[in-house]
T-cell receptor
């Protein structure tokens, strides 16, 4: 079974530009979450999507947005990039939301997209 | 608010030593889930274990074992007879029952020297 895939793996952008990152979850998984990892702030939750609806959102500015498609693939967008947006962006997929069968509670992560803003 | 603390930022051991990674959490929820993930240099977070708040049984998987104690809000991870391949950053994480949002600790970098 294929794991979570993220594209691109590496990205270099300049300040003020915008960027779109893509995540394809494990087949059959309907929940996709995004996390930002930086040396200073560690791993921080960005948002979660389930069945094309945003279910939770972390404490990030409106420049960070996302969406999920009917095939559960998800994209996140960062507009007006700032130097501080340089980070590893990780996507995780899970079969369902909390409250489902026990085995559905694991989240599996992709390899990440490393974004560098210059 | 939820919080996960991994007080050990970096641990260095020699191969074959046992090592314990500490994790202390805070939550007001009665139902919650605890996780450990491993992050090798490649960057991908690898799922190791999930433990439910209502199940305090300790677990052993090969050289790995986990000790969950609700009384002290701790979920510690022990690697027995460590190997160089165990070198990585290990994260403890907490999730409540309202969604899939994980709250991560700061991570512990484990270096196993030959």
């Amino acid at each position: 079974k294929a794991g979570v895939t993220q594209t691109p793996r590496y990205l270099i952008k300049t300040r003020g530009q915008q960027v779109t990152l893509s995540c394809s979850p494990i087949s059959g998984h309907r929940s996709v979450s995004w996390y930002q990892q930086t040396p200073g702030q560690g791993l921080q939750f960005l948002f979660e999507y389930f069945s094309e609806t945003q279910r939770n959102k972390g404490n990030f500015p409106g420049r960070f947005s996302g969406r999920q498609f009917s095939n559960s693939r998800s994209e996140m967008n960062v507009s007006t990039l700032e130097l501080g947006d340089s980070a590893l962006y990780l996507c995780a997929s899970s079969r369902s939301l909390a409250g489902g069968p026990e085995a559905a509670h694991e989240q599996y992560f992709g390899p990440g997209t490393r974004l560098t803003v210059t | 608010a939820q919080k996960v603390t991994q007080a050990q930022t970096e641990i260095s051991v020699v191969e074959k030593e046992d090592v314990t990674l500490d994790c202390v959490y805070e939550t007001r929820d009665t139902t919650y889930y605890l996780f450990w993930y491993k992050q090798p240099p490649s960057g991908e977070l690898v799922f190791l274990i999930r433990r439910n708040s209502f199940d305090e049984q300790n677990e052993i998987s090969g050289r790995y074992s986990w000790n969950f104690q609700k009384s002290t809000s701790s979920f510690n991870f022990t690697i027995t007879a460590s190997q160089v391949v165990d070198s990585a950053v290990y994260f403890c994480a907490l999730r409540n029952n309202a969604g899939n949002m994980l709250t991560f600790g700061g991570g512990t970098r484990l270096m196993v020297k030959p």
